[in-house]
């Protein structure tokens, strides 16, 4: 790894194509593996609030991202784009679990009706 405050000397003398990424996690080997959550909803009201992703891969290995520190909005028929990431990669993704959380423990349950869902990775964009 580089010094956050010395990354520029470490790279750019190389005076090539490189990727630096700065998100890492808190757990051994600090890797963070990035995905973009698109997600289209079919609710006819608004529902705010937060998603956690789940991906398990045919072996059953499960990966669990963080939750989200902003809350997003949802609306019908519209998309919402949201980062995400995970400690792990799972290159073959079996299932994919969405969980809905307005972190209120007061007050009526909503659910969150999913139109479409894409998982996009960001590390390999290819996949």
Known sequence: ???ADRWK????PYNSPTKAYFDTSDKDPFCMYNYLVDITTWNKSIRRG??????????????????NSEASTFQQYKRVKILTGFHQDIEKIAKISLTFSTKNLI????KLRILQMKLKSLNDPKR
Not at 107 to 110: F, M, T, Y
């Open 50 to 67: 937060f998603i956690k992703v789940k991906i398990i891969d045919y072996a059953g290995n499960t990966v669990e991202s963080q939750m």
């Open 1 to 3: 790894g580089y010094h």
């Open 9 to 12: 000397k470490m790279l750019i």
């Open 107 to 110: 007050g009526p349950k909503h």
